[in-house]
């Protein structure tokens, strides 16, 4: 009983460990393209199309990583 | 008593559906992003891409740097309680909310500077002020909600199996980050250089 709880701490902090890591890879990633997205629109005279990109994949980072959106439909709960 | 016991279950079971909780919130930020994308296109369609003078383009890029930060501290709250942290979870939480405060305070020198420039009955003005303020406003709410889900989490709810409530309203704050994630170069960026 006692070892089966200790195991199940550990997978806890094994998870948390690796979430955590991954949020802070996340938010490097969203740092970076918010530096970029800045550059681009500081050189440019009609940035509109070339900032699209940067939008896009800053949306699509915090909508997969920080909200889960595919265990919407990957989840075997209903 | 096996009638009370499998009621009791039943409640339970109604209180606590993650699955269709999140289905439901997701339903309510797909309806949130339409009302955006309203205000968003008013934009464009009002002001084309034209950018006044008088952006405070520092604060701005200071302010979505700070979101950003808020947001990773989010997931970290969530992440943590999870994995049965409650203090981590406390303090990730607590500069969320911190972090959502000083947006605002930010926003507000924003307003003060940007309403010499281009007033409320300008073209500009009133686009930028209705979009600005609701972000803010939606940014207050989440606050809100945070604290409510730090103090509920403070006098012991929540735990690894059951921490629903801190996930809806971090997810809503990051839905909060997304909006802002278009709504900043939309009014800061696409004028360019």
Known sequence: MTTEAST??????????????????????????????????????????????FIVAKGALILEYFMHFSDLYNSEEH | MALATAAAHQRAEATYRPQANRIGLWLFLISESFLFSAFIS??????????????????????????LVSSISAYLGEAAIAADDRKGSMRYLSITVVLGLVFLVGVGFEFDEAVTHFPIGTVYGSVFFTLIGLHAFHVLTGILALAVVLNLTRIGHYGPEDHWPIEGAVKYWHFVDVAWVIIYPTLYLVGGS
Not at chain 1, 9 to 37: D, N, P
Not at chain 2, 42 to 67: C, F, K, M, W
């Open chain 1, 8 to 53: 199940d701490k550990s997978a806890l902090l094994s998870t948390y460990k690796r979430r955590q890591q991954l949020g802070w890879y996340v938010a490097l990633g969203l740092l970076i393209l918010t530096i970029l997205e800045f550059i681009v629109s500081t050189s440019l005279e009609s940035p509109l199309l070339w900032l699209t990109p």
């Open chain 2, 42 to 67: 008013s934009r464009y369609v009002i002001a084309g891409t034209d950018q006044p003078e008088g952006l405070n383009q520092n604060l701005a890029l200071g302010l979505t740097v700070l979101l």
